[in-house]
């Protein structure tokens, strides 16, 4: 089974920064694709950065594009999330999820994911 357990959350003003990060229990390659969910308070969830994990392309959200970025650390079974020029609209509670996708599926959609991670709270004031 994989574990996952995000760290990195807080409380910024806005404008600021903030690096979340994701380890994993095993290898990250063992698993296909990576992604950030974030769910504000009172609001569904919501996927925003997305990568596979042995090589392809990224995508965003389109509420996050240009100001946050996926990256992977395969020496440290580990994903991250840069997330620039917050505003109070990021304030949630964030996620890390993980899974192996195969046939058709859609990467921002939460019940393709088998793993997660417990969540980070971000928030934002303004």
């Known amino acids: 089974q994989v574990q996952l357990v995000e760290s990195g959350g807080g409380s910024v003003q806005a404008g600021g920064s903030l690096r979340l990060s994701c380890p994993a229990s095993?290898?990250?390659?063992?698993?296909?694709?990576m992604t950030w969910f974030r769910q504000p308070p009172g609001k569904d969830r919501e996927g925003i950065a997305t990568?596979?994990?042995?090589?392809?392309?990224?995508n965003y959200a389109d509420s996050v594009k240009g100001r946050f970025t996926i990256s992977l650390d395969n020496a440290k079974n580990t994903v991250y999330l840069q997330m620039n020029s917050l505003g109070p609209e990021d304030t949630a509670m964030y996620f890390c999820a993980a899974t192996n996708p195969g046939g058709s599926w859609f990467p921002f959609a939460a019940h393709e994911y088998k793993y997660w991670g417990q969540g980070t709270q971000v928030t934002v004031s303004s």
């Open positions: 095993i290898p990250i390659s063992n698993v296909g694709v």
């Open positions: 990568t596979f994990t042995r090589g392809g392309p990224q």
